[in-house]
């Protein structure tokens, strides 16, 4: 076992990964910009050092300082969490080159899967199906012609990065020209690179992707699906596993498609390959992700699989002790990405300091978070607050579960998509499974304000109570604790839901 391992991250993640490190025995080192001094991961970890800004691009994009910090520490191994650095090719090497274990996939996989249309000439070559379209980067002319060829609706796509960035959907050929445009320029800002290539859409598609697990002895096996095509901005905010759309057959042609791709680059570590699938169950290659997903509780809650504790122990050479056949899928799980954002204003983000924080518990209940009461979310990085995770036998009992968590979900300070999410998990198109990537565009009626929930009120109001005291002192006359309430609400943005 590693004796020290250094997480080249922040927040939910970090911690997460702190936990796994703990438990297997590992010291823990965390580095932290200027804005993260008092964040949980530095807090539990048992060493932190700064590393400079606030922008990513002053600390945690920082090759050199991340390598400092692991040398000066005497830090073993890196575990690159997601984002950041977690799928650069030249720190991957880096870290081989300063004799540190980089806890993923070898540079030369994140290098080939890194680029889409080098994947995606991997998938061919692997008979994995592929959506027609470009046979790589195009020229602004034969982008043109291609999308002439395969038809409308097309989608353009940037060669590098994700998270739907570089990414527009076009419906008519009038649109086209400047949907390129942007997509390039979009491109270019995000990852530097403006290489775009064309696919057709497939209509009311739906996001499933395939858990991968791979030791360095060969062995490689698949984790089953999650279905994630609850998205806004192409981004996922829902998350589950299983998909409530699989059947049995292609599960395990998609498993085995997944495992095709993965030992065609010699993958080792976790990592995901990602779908998109029609209503009938086809289903076309998207992309390989080469890193722990954010989504990748639901999976470790429906096979009992601690897929981060297992990223470092194959770092470490060991083999994993499972056949493919000795794992299956036990119950349901369901993830909701709980965001400091505003889904009336086109979920524009909404920085702020936490007043209070009160997460939801119980059996079944896991919430992945960084968070707490007095900890401010900052413009500098992603707006998510938390993972909120559930567990139960069927999916209707696990949607049931989480509507009831996120009723006792109390975030005061700024506003949160988390009264979108019980909305969402109240809609029947949701709970029969009727679900593509276009859900939320379809139903622009669950972004409204919505009613006030009874229960995170009455959560609210036990904390208006603990200011009783302060404000009978203050005040010298007490108020109403629905008053409190209110005041708590208007600090907060009139977000109590």
Same mark, same amino acid.
């Given at each position: 076992?590693?004796?020290?391992?250094?997480?080249?991250?922040?927040?939910?993640?970090?911690?997460?990964?702190?936990?796994?490190?703990?438990?297997? +025995?590992?010291?823990?080192? &965390?580095?932290?910009?200027?804005? !993260?001094? #008092?964040?949980?991961? $530095?807090?539990?970890? =048992?060493? /932190?050092?700064?590393?400079?800004?606030?922008?990513?691009?002053?600390?945690?994009?920082?090759?050199?300082?991340?390598?400092?910090?692991?040398?000066?520490?005497?830090?073993?191994?890196?575990?690159?969490?997601?984002?950041?650095?977690?799928?650069?090719?030249?720190?991957?090497?880096?870290?081989?080159?300063?004799?540190?274990?980089?806890?993923?996939?070898?540079?030369?996989?994140?290098?080939?899967? +890194?680029?889409?249309?080098? &994947?995606?000439?991997?998938?061919? !070559?692997? #008979?994995?199906?592929? $959506?027609?379209?470009? =046979?790589? /980067?195009?020229?602004?002319?034969?982008?043109?012609?291609?999308?002439?060829?395969?038809?409308?609706?097309?989608?353009?796509?940037?060669?590098?990065?994700?998270?739907?960035?570089?990414?527009?959907?076009?419906?008519?050929?009038?649109?086209?020209?400047?949907?390129?445009?942007?997509?390039?320029?979009?491109?270019?800002?995000?990852?530097?690179?403006?290489?775009?290539?064309?696919?057709?859409?497939?209509?009311?598609?739906?996001?499933?992707?395939?858990?991968?697990?791979?030791?360095?002895?060969?062995?490689?096996?698949?984790?089953?699906?999650?279905?994630?095509?609850?998205?806004?901005?192409?981004?996922?905010?829902?998350?589950?596993?299983?998909?409530?759309?699989?059947?049995?057959?292609?599960?395990?042609?998609?498993?085995?498609?997944?495992?095709?791709?993965?030992?065609?680059?010699?993958?080792?570590?976790?990592?995901?390959?990602?779908?998109?699938?029609?209503?009938?169950?086809?289903?076309?290659?998207?992309?390989?992700?080469?890193?722990?997903?954010?989504?990748?509780?639901?999976?470790?809650?429906?096979?009992?699989?601690?897929?981060?504790?297992?990223?470092?122990?194959?770092?470490?050479?060991?083999?994993?002790?499972?056949?493919?056949?000795?794992?299956?899928?036990?119950?349901?799980?369901?993830?909701?990405?709980?965001?400091?954002?505003?889904?009336?204003?086109?979920?524009?983000?909404?920085?702020?300091?936490?007043?209070?924080?009160?997460?939801?518990?119980?059996?079944?209940?896991?919430?992945?978070?960084?968070?707490?009461?007095?900890?401010?979310?900052?413009?500098?990085?992603?707006?998510?607050?938390?993972?909120?995770?559930?567990?139960?036998?069927?999916?209707?009992?696990?949607?049931?579960?989480?509507?009831?968590?996120?009723?006792?979900?109390?975030?005061?300070?700024?506003?949160?998509?988390?009264?979108?999410?019980?909305?969402?998990?109240?809609?029947?198109?949701?709970?029969?499974?009727?679900?593509?990537?276009?859900?939320?565009?379809?139903?622009?009626?669950?972004?409204?304000?919505?009613?006030?929930?009874?229960?995170?009120?009455?959560?609210?109001?036990?904390?208006?109570?603990?200011?009783?005291?302060?404000?009978?002192?203050?005040?010298?006359?007490?108020?109403?604790?629905?008053?409190?309430?209110?005041?708590?609400?208007?600090?907060?943005?009139?977000?109590?839901?």
């Amino acid at each position: 076992m590693f004796n020290k391992i250094l997480i080249a991250n922040r927040g939910e993640i970090a911690v997460r990964i702190i936990r796994a490190c703990k438990e297997l +025995g590992a010291t823990t080192v &965390a580095v932290y910009s200027d804005a !993260d001094r #008092k964040s949980l991961h $530095v807090t539990l970890a =048992d060493e /932190a050092y700064h590393i400079g800004g606030s922008a990513p691009s002053e600390s945690y994009l920082v090759i050199d300082k991340i390598i400092e910090v692991a040398k000066k520490s005497g830090a073993e191994a890196i575990h690159p969490g997601f984002g950041f650095l977690s799928e650069n090719e030249e720190f991957a090497k880096r870290c081989e080159k300063e004799k540190i274990v980089f806890i993923g996939p070898s540079a030369e996989a994140i290098r080939l899967m +890194g680029d889409k249309i080098t &994947a995606r000439k991997i998938a061919q !070559d692997a #008979k994995v199906p592929l $959506v027609p379209g470009s =046979d790589g /980067a195009v020229t602004d002319v034969e982008a043109s012609v291609v999308a002439e060829k395969i038809g409308y609706p097309v989608m353009i796509k940037a060669s590098a990065g994700g998270g739907g960035k570089g990414m527009r959907l076009v419906r008519d050929k009038e649109d086209f020209e400047s949907s390129l445009r942007m997509a390039r320029s979009e491109a270019r800002s995000s990852f530097g690179d403006d290489s775009v290539f064309v696919e057709r859409f497939v209509e009311e598609p739906r996001h499933v992707e395939i858990q991968i697990i791979a030791d360095t002895h060969g062995n490689t096996l698949y984790l089953f699906e999650r279905e994630c095509s609850i998205q806004r901005r192409h981004q996922k905010v829902i998350e589950e596993a299983p998909s409530p759309a699989i059947s049995a057959k292609t599960r395990k042609k998609m498993g085995e498609v997944a495992v095709n791709i993965a030992k065609a680059v010699s993958y080792s570590g976790a990592g995901t390959v990602e779908f998109i699938m029609d209503q009938k169950e086809n289903f076309y290659f998207l992309e390989m992700n080469t890193r722990v997903q954010v989504e990748h509780p639901v999976t470790e809650m429906i096979t009992g699989f601690d897929i981060v504790k297992w990223m470092v122990r194959i770092a470490e050479g060991e083999k994993l002790p499972f056949k493919q056949k000795e794992l299956s899928i036990n119950g349901w799980a369901v993830e909701c990405r709980v965001y400091a954002e505003d889904p009336e204003t086109n979920f524009m983000p909404s920085p702020g300091m936490l007043h209070y924080v009160k997460a939801p518990s119980g059996p079944g209940i896991r919430d992945d978070s960084s968070i707490y009461s007095g900890c401010e979310i900052t413009s500098f990085y992603d707006p998510m607050l938390s993972k909120l995770v559930v567990w139960a036998d069927s999916r209707e009992a696990a949607i049931d579960k989480m509507a009831s968590a996120l009723r006792e979900y109390v975030v005061l300070g700024v506003k949160t998509n988390i009264g979108f999410l019980i909305r969402v998990m109240q809609n029947d198109e949701f709970r029969q499974g009727k679900l593509d990537t276009g859900f939320i565009e379809r139903h622009q009626e669950l972004l409204g304000p919505g009613e006030v929930d009874i229960e995170p009120a009455i959560i609210a109001a036990a904390l208006a109570l603990e200011d009783v005291e302060e404000t009978q002192e203050s005040d010298k006359a007490p108020q109403s604790n629905w008053k409190l309430l209110g005041r708590k609400a208007a600090v907060s943005g009139g977000n109590l839901v």
